[in-house]
């Protein structure tokens, strides 16, 4: 008698939807430079530090420097010094892991799913890609408003040109039109996609010209200081320092785009981490330099609140300086944009080779080798929103995706560390993993530094921020001391897992500094980003290419 031939049920939704959402990407080899659908290696080291100085620097080294001056007072030295050395721990946490995935594209997108899972991994790319879409049409219509204030100056244009044109007619308080941003979006867009190498000479003449200004300015300047102006450092105490900080740290993200140029490198094992080391390291020391400058000049309380640095060289005769200041803050933003193109791009390349987002993102141009499908679906998005919208609107809900990166980065850099380690697997005779149990430490360290930065906000009794801390110490601690950790080939974060532990406190701590709408916004893009996962990304994901946790 033939036996029924019975199938075997197939699996829940919930349990096929975890299944995906739990697959990690392995490290794989570098692509072949020959192969199709694979980018150039053009970029050798002093391109990728121009890079991370072009997406660093913009504009606001000649305005942020001096609108915290006016609450810190020269204390803004240390407001930036602080911030750059909080920066100085994700950069490294960055170095190692371009040092260990040196072949890959994608950057924070790529580690997550490298260190954690699939769904960790999208989540992360779409709150930096909305950071980098909102800060593309903005850096977009503030460079249109730049060029539109330098074609007045030629007298028939003077009061000629409709606002539409480059500075904004808003109206309903959400829409703005501006047509020029999106002609510097096209054209930029155009340059990206002609190859990298021409991208490279753009940026690369531009970031030059932009550090040559600013060099020139520290120097013009530091001949009109009075030391006098000094003096007191520190007027509203050490919390204005503090809270200056929390603002300034801003000012340096961008160095984390040279992680990004992984396939792109010549030598990335190599010159990544020295990418991302030095052009952060150049960005601290100009910062510094300026504030010294700006608050020996003038003193503090006298500084402009639209543009600081150049009234404060007006107020000395210098008039042409602040000519000076307005080229180097066209070429600053032109950088800022040209790079936060780029890097959209190769986040969308990323993807689209997992299968997470259509097949179409992945497609790279077969003479170009630039992945000119991704370049300009950015340019276009960018385009709408800095043709139609009033994104400055928009501003106070950005900086969550760069701080949910650099958080993510940095517990990147400890869990991979115990995948290196058989001894750091589960063991059958505990009730928890020692993988769990680490993340659960480095969860507690998150929810600590969010949890200080909400008391040190609202200024709650320093007590309350004592006690968080030390729970945060507590769980570095055990992090320490009950996992075994392994050095990686290529660069080595030092420190580990302190360093990185550190990192993930101040970055959450910033966090909780943000507008309670960056909150919301955090919230709400993860649930959306959420269901497209759940409706496309898990049925198209790639399971070839990944295998589970």
Known sequence: MQRPVTSSPSPSCYSRFWSSATRSKPISPPPDSSVRDSLARRLGLFDLILIGVGASIGAGIFVVTGTVARDTGPGVTLSFIIAGASCVLNALCYAELASRLPA??????????????????????????????????????????????????????????????????????????????????????????RGVGESSILNSIMTVTKVLIVIFVIIAGSFKVDVANWTPFAPNGAKSILTGATVVFFAYV????????????????????????????????LYIAVCLVITGMVPYEHLGEEAPLANAFTSKGLKYVSVLISCGAIAGLTTTLLVGLYVQSRLY????????????????????????????????????????????????????????????????????????????????????????????????????????????????????????????????????????YTDPPGFSCPGVPILPSISIFINIFLFAQLHYEAWVRFVVLNIVALGVYAFYGQFHAKPGSAGEV
Not at 122 to 134: G, P, R
């Open 254 to 285: 961008g160095f984390d785009a040279v992680a990004n140029s992984a396939e792109e490198s010549k030598r990335p094992q190599k010159d990544l981490p020295l990418g991302i080391i030095g052009s952060l390291m150049i960005c601290v020391g």
């Open 104 to 193: 890959v594209v994608g950057g924070a997108y790529m580690y997550a799913y490298s260190a954690f899972n699939e769904l960790t991994a999208f989540l992360v790319f779409t709150q930096l890609m909305l950071d980098y879409h909102i800060g593309a049409a903005s850096i977009a219509r503030s460079l249109a408003g730049y060029w539109v204030s330098v074609l007045e100056l030629i007298p028939f244009l003077n009061d000629n040109i409709p606002s539409w044109v480059g500075h904004g007619d808003t109206f309903l308080h959400v829409f703005s039109i501006n047509i020029f941003a999106p002609i510097i979006l096209g054209l930029l867009t155009v340059v990206l996609c």
């Open 349 to 484: 390349l990323g993807l689209g080779r997992d299968g997470l987002l259509p097949a179409i993102f992945a497609k790279v141009h077969p003479a170009r080798q630039t992945p000119v499908h991704s370049q300009v679906w950015v340019g276009l998005i960018a385009s709408i929103l800095a043709g139609f919208l009033n994104v400055h609107v928009l501003s106070h809900v950005l900086s969550v995706g760069s701080l949910t990166g650099y958080s993510v980065v940095s517990a990147c850099v400890v869990t991979l560390r115990w995948k290196d380690n058989k001894t750091s697997n589960a063991d059958s005779t505990k009730r928890i993993s020692n993988r769990a149990e680490g993340i659960f430490c480095l969860v507690a360290i998150a929810c600590c530094g969010c949890a200080t930065g909400i008391l040190f906000r609202f200024g709650a009794s320093f007590v309350y921020l004592i006690i968080a801390s030390v729970i945060a110490v507590f769980a570095g601690a055990t992090l320490y001391l009950r996992q075994a």
